[in-house]
């Protein structure tokens, strides 16, 4: 039973327009949600994060939107280039639990020029 | 950049042989985990570790065990490989353990079984 669905396997862009990734949990504990990026042959990076306190983080070109009511989180890059090209894993964790985080299966992004 | 190693980059092995891949780091972070990356299951936990020979099971243990006998290095063997096990192999390290904290990963082991 997946607790963080990232239930669109890839997604393309055209340069410049906005990249809207999108991630649902069930686990109503979990209070923190990561974004993370992926290169191939490379491995996840942290990209940015959100405690469940706030509804948004903005961090440059990403900005990462909490609806605890839905469950629903969504990661914004406006405006996508090229090298933004990855795959983006949704991860989330409970304080009141073991802290180790619950990954998504990732969404590949594709920015065309 | 997080220092963290991991050794070999890329392995092919026989069913049934045992395999040991090593993660190394030099942040002296207390927390490192095993993940393991396959097409359309995004990454799952194999084991993690909570301090110098403090180790717990993930979702996807079976079939895997793991040392920790420094605070540097945490190893993972596979004790009789099976082609299930064909993966890309992830170690990351964490400095606290706490939910509010970003992991950091190594760039991966790509283990083939024939």
């Known amino acids: 039973d997946q607790q963080v669905k990232q239930n669109s396997p890839s997604l393309s862009v055209q340069e410049g327009r906005i990249s809207i990734l999108n991630c649902d949990y069930t686990?109503?504990?979990?209070?923190?949600f990561l974004w993370y990026k992926k290169y191939p042959a490379e491995g996840p990076t942290f990209l940015i994060s959100?405690?469940?306190?706030?509804d948004k983080n903005e961090d440059g070109r990403f900005t990462v939107f909490l609806n605890k009511s839905a469950k629903h989180l969504s990661l914004h890059i406006v405006p996508s280039q090229p090298g933004d090209s990855a795959v983006y894993f949704c991860?989330?964790?409970?304080?009141?639990?073991?802290?180790?985080?619950?990954f998504g299966r990732g969404t590949s992004l594709i920015v065309h020029p | 950049d997080a220092g963290i190693t991991q050794s070999p980059r890329h392995k092919v092995t026989e069913t049934g042989t045992p395999v040991t891949l090593r993660c190394h780091q030099t942040?002296?972070?207390?927390?490192m985990y095993w993940y393991r990356q396959d097409p359309g299951h995004g990454l799952r936990l194999i084991h993690y570790?909570?301090?110098?020979?403090?180790?717990d099971k993930g979702e996807v243990s079976d079939g895997y065990s793991v040392s920790r006998s420094k605070t540097e290095d945490f190893l993972l063997t596979l004790e009789s490989a099976t082609s299930s096990q064909t993966s890309v192999y992830f170690c990351?390290?964490?400095?606290?353990?706490?939910?509010?904290?970003?992991?950091?990963f190594g760039p991966g082991t790509r283990l083939t079984v024939l």
């Open positions: 959100i405690s469940s306190i706030k």
């Open positions: 991860a989330a964790s409970a304080s009141g639990g073991s802290y180790i985080p619950t």
């Open positions: 686990n109503s504990m979990f209070d923190y």
């Open positions: 990351a390290i964490a400095d606290k353990g706490g939910s509010y904290n970003e992991q950091f």
């Open positions: 942040e002296n972070h207390r927390y």
């Open positions: 570790s909570y301090g110098v020979k403090d180790t």
